[in-house]
């Protein structure tokens, strides 16, 4: 039974100081498996969260002060740092941090760009022939009003820079494409954002996430996961940053994996090494799985998250030895493995379950006390990964929306889901909230 603890002590050295950037449940995911490499001798987290203090030091510096955070670097001497939010990849820390001769992990502000710009990535996609919904892209408010007027609804109406997954608007009627053009183009409510807009077509399909690390010349792919990005049952209600995940997805077969490690991923790191832009890190492309083939519906240069909780309980290769190679340009050379149930070697699935606060994704209070944790994870094969938590004197207390991720693993997804919905009646805190229909759908599509 793995727990969330620190790992036991090997004989190994353990040398390396590691800086993980970022203070969500996916930073804890990847600092809980940096701890269990030999290798790790010490884990900072910036600014990190109450969970990531169990397991390392939080350091008081935000995420997008990259100065600041390179300053700490250079000072503590740090072997590593991992870039895992979309913020500071945007605004250049890879590119400062190698500026400066330091080591780090993630893509470069320029390869990043096939996220923090809606704009770029979509004209990307066409120029390289890669599957994604009919586009156009606009600058100018009345322009883009009249080409909406002339469309068949529903559109989709995206904001072409980061907007903490807010930014994109399906559209039922020319009357809600109208407020979405307004919103972006003329209130600025996503700031410089919304200056520029995608429209596209709208598609339909189960969507899902898929992952690839890269070297910038070659790529190993991640098992199929799937997001729940809805706040309600059943997808309803508003868009979140994501109330849970499953992997692998059952209903994705290794034929199909392989089609979109082909026309999606291989194509992708290609174009990109060939346009001199190559891209390191993690490639994670949201897939609608259309009638016509599966679809590029955006790219995220960086691991998804809660994805990244699910996937962090399949991972079996030391994470250290993978950043290593990406960083080193020889991840051909280096075997990645996801972990298979003994004796035989079958499938494992893992699943997390957000727990946010009441309110979330609009307004929340903070400061609930949480209880109930050690309990949850006495039972077995569950694993707590922290987002919005900090210890405040002895108490664990909220400090977000999205709170922790209650993550499993079993032999199928029934079972995986089931042990994580059971470790979630130990936990309590005023106001919590979560779906409890994760992994539903997929289930149903394979019935
Ligand atoms: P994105 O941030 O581009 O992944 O979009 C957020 C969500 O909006 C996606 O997870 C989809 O559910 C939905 N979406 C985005 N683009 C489209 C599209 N062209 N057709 C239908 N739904 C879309
Ligand atoms: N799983 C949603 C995201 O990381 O963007």
Redesign the pocket.
């Known amino acids: 039974m793995e727990n969330n603890k620190l790992p036991p002590k090997t004989d190994q050295p353990r040398a390396e100081k590691i800086l993980i950037i970022g203070s969500g449940g996916r930073e804890h995911a990847v600092g809980w498996k940096v701890a269990q490499s030999p290798r790790a001798r010490e884990i900072y987290f910036a600014p990190g969260n109450g969970g990531t203090q169990k397991i390392g030091i939080n350091v008081d510096i935000k995420a997008t002060e990259i100065e600041k955070l390179l300053s700490f670097a250079q000072k503590e001497k740090i072997d590593l740092t991992v870039a895992l939010p979309d913020d500071p990849l945007a605004l250049g820390i890879v590119d400062e941090f190698e500026k400066a001769g330091l080591r780090i992990w993630g893509p470069t502000k320029a390869a990043a760009k096939l996220e923090w710009s809606?704009a770029f990535s979509k004209d990307f996609m066409k120029h390289h022939g890669l599957p994604?919904?009919k586009?156009e892209i606009f600058n100018d408010y009345n322009t883009a009003k009249a080409y909406v007027s002339r469309q068949h609804m529903?559109i989709?109406i995206?904001a072409s820079g980061l907007a903490l997954?807010k930014?994109?608007v399906?559209c039922q009627t020319p009357r809600e494409a109208n407020e979405a053009l307004e919103n972006m183009m003329v209130k600025k409510v996503f700031g410089e954002s919304g200056g520029t807009v995608v429209i596209?077509?709208?598609?339909?399909g189960p969507?899902i996430s898929i992952h690839a690390f890269s070297d910038g010349k070659t790529y190993k792919m991640f098992p199929s996961s799937q997001?729940h990005?809805?706040i309600g049952e059943n997808d309803t209600g508003l868009?979140t940053g994501g109330m849970g995940t499953i992997a692998p997805v059952p209903f994705v077969s290794a034929e199909s994996m392989n089609e979109m490690a082909r026309d999606v991923v291989s194509k992708t790191i290609s174009a990109m090494a060939d346009m001199q832009n190559q891209f390191s890190g993690v490639l994670y492309p949201?897939l609608?799985l259309t009638e016509d083939g599966p679809?590029i519906?955006?790219y995220?240069a960086r691991f998804g998250d809660p994805e990244t909780q699910t996937y962090m309980r399949l991972l079996d290769t030391d994470i250290l030895d993978i950043f290593d190679a990406c960083i080193d340009k020889n991840l051909d050379k280096l075997e990645i493995k996801w972990k298979k149930s003994p004796p035989a070697g079958g499938q494992v699935f893992a699943c997390t379950i957000v727990l946010a606060s009441d309110g979330y994704p609009e307004n929340y209070e903070k400061g609930k006390i949480i209880s109930g944790i050690d309990e949850a994870e006495m039972q077995p094969d569950i694993v707590i990964f922290h987002a919005g938590t900090k210890i405040v004197r002895q108490d664990l207390t909220t400090n977000g929306g999205r709170v922790l991720g209650v993550s499993a693993t079993g032999k199928t997804l029934e079972e995986a889901l089931a042990k994580a919905y059971k470790a979630i009646e130990k936990i309590s805190f005023e106001g919590m909230q979560y779906r409890k229909d994760i992994g539903k759908k997929a289930l149903e599509m394979i019935k």
């Open positions: 809606k994604t919904a586009f529903p989709v995206k997954g930014g994109v399906i596209e077509e709208f598609l339909t969507e997001d990005k809805k868009n949201g609608m679809k519906l955006e995220n």
